[in-house]
């Protein structure tokens, strides 16, 4: 995991926790957080497929599914690598 987050720092993330999604700028990272900035929080209850059906999914509205429920967070937003579940670089606008 560590090889990957260097790979997208300075880029735009989709970070799949146990129970919730992410969107925002990776710009830091150390053994247990990551730290983004212009994050959302997605409350969107649909988790089924894989992680690129997911990423299509959100890109429907604006990149973002048609019953996901965006909540902005203030700069900076931390966040425990433990439940991190998936990480890969957004192609997209951040909302």
């Not at 203030?74 to 998936?86: D, M, R, S, T, V």
């Amino acid at each position: 995991m560590d090889q990957l987050i260097a790979e997208l720092m300075e880029r735009k993330v989709f970070v799949r926790t146990m129970g919730a999604h992410f969107l925002g700028r990776l710009v830091a990272a150390d053994i247990w957080w990551l730290k983004l900035e212009q994050c959302s929080w997605l409350a969107d209850p649909d988790t089924s497929g894989d992680e690129e059906q997911r990423q299509q999914e959100y890109v429907l509205l604006h990149g973002l599914g048609p019953h996901a429920d965006i909540q902005r967070y203030p700069n900076p937003k931390y966040l425990n690598k433990g439940p991190i579940e998936g990480l890969t670089e957004w192609d997209h606008d951040l909302p």
